[in-house]
C-alpha cells in the first residue's frame, strides 16, 4: 500500500491511499491536482548518512567511512512533491542528492539489527539538497545541509515490501537522468543504520532517516525541475528557485 498526507480542498489535513488515478480517503475520490501532497510524515528530525555509496565518496574523493557518517536536518528543512523550493542565493555549487528516505514507526532506542525493520513504517524518495559552498567551510554542515527547504521528500509512505532489496534509485533533472543507483549498493544497510542511529539517538515516530545517495551528484540552476525515483515507491517531483 502507498500512504499519502494531504490538504483537501476544504483545508484539512488527511492521510489517504494513493493510487495511480486518484488519492482516496473516507469513501471520497480526489484527483492527484485537486489537493495540495504534503511530506509524508512530521518528523522531529531527520538523521541523514553521509558517504553510504562507495561510488560517490569516490566522486568526492573521499573514503568509505568504517561506521556510518551521521548528520542532521530539522523539520524546517522539509519540502513536498510539487513544490517550489527556494534555495541559498549568491552560491556556487548547489547539488542534488537522491535518496532513499527510512519513516520510522514508533518511539525506539537502541533496536538491535535484526529487530530493525519492526521500527519502520515504510519508505519514501527525499532529495538532500546540500550547499557546498559552505558545506566544505563547516565541520557541522548546518549551513551546508540544514538550511530551509533542503529536504523534499514524497510523494508517499511505501509499506516496506513494495521496496526491493535492490530498489533502483533515480534522478532526473529537466528530464536528464543523473543520477541512477540501487539499494543493494549501500555500504550500511538500513538494519545496521537503524541500529547505530538508536544506539545514540531516541527516534520517535515520523522520524526520517536519509540513507545516503550514489554517484552522479551536481548542480542545481534556477528553474530546474526535478524528478527523484525509488523502485517500489514513485517519484518525487519539485522545482527550485535561487533568487
Known sequence: ?????????????????????AITFGGEHYAHEDVEILPPSEPSKIVCIGRNYADHAAEHGADVPDRPM??????????????TVTLPSGKDRLDWEAEIGVVISEQCRNVAAEDAMDVVAGFTCFNDISNRDDQREEQNWVR?????????????????????????VTLRVNGETKQDGSRDQMVFNVPTLIEEITTYLTLEPGDVIATGTPEGVGPLSDGDHVEVEVEGVGTLEHSVRIP
Not at 2 to 15: E, S
Not at 70 to 83: C, E, I, Q, S, V
Not at 144 to 168: I, N, Q, W
Request: no cysteine; net charge negative; aromatic share 6%.
Open 1 to 21: 500500500m502507498h500512504h499519502v498526507r494531504f490538504r483537501d480542498p476544504a483545508g484539512a489535513v488527511r492521510t489517504g491511499e494513493w493510487h495511480d488515478d
Open 144 to 168: 551546508g545541509k540544514a538550511f530551509d527547504g533542503s529536504a523534499p521528500m514524497g510523494p508517499v509512505l511505501a509499506d516496506p515490501e513494495h521496496v526491493p532489496e535492490d530498489a533502483r
Open 70 to 83: 551521521l548528520f542532521l536536518k530539522g523539520p524546517n528543512t522539509l519540502a513536498g512533491h510539487g513544490d
